[in-house]
């Protein structure tokens, strides 16, 4: 999809992907209100023409980093971020201690 045809949201998440987020960098994936994984940023943006990465819906992920996966055992639910309606949001150290400590009660 080409950068001008996102919406606001979206184009916002995109450059916040490509220009924000660096290598070394901690993220957080959402599903719904669930956090189900933790990864750590290996490598820096690459477009892929090939669409090697596709979800289940059939729509290829074509924007890329490479990132080194901790699933959790147990999903997460906890609201972090201040703004639930859009995909990226960088989490401040109070939003990483909470979602930290939810994790550990879930594993103990």
């Not at 999809?1 to 916002?12: E, F």
């Not at 901790?70 to 703004?83: D, H, L």
């Amino acid at each position: 999809m080409k950068w001008a045809a996102l919406r606001g949201s979206q184009a916002h998440s995109l450059d916040r992907f490509v220009y924000q987020i660096e290598e070394g960098d901690v993220i957080y994936v959402k599903k719904g209100p669930l956090i189900v994984a933790k990864g750590a940023v290996t490598g820096p943006y690459f477009f892929d023409k090939k669409n090697r990465v596709v979800d289940p819906e059939g729509t290829p992920w074509q924007h890329q980093r490479g990132v080194r996966w901790t699933p959790y055992r147990e999903e997460v639910s906890i609201q972090v971020g201040y703004a639930p309606n859009v995909t990226l949001v960088p989490l401040d150290a109070r939003d990483v201690k909470r979602l930290e400590s939810a994790a550990k009660k879930l594993r103990n």
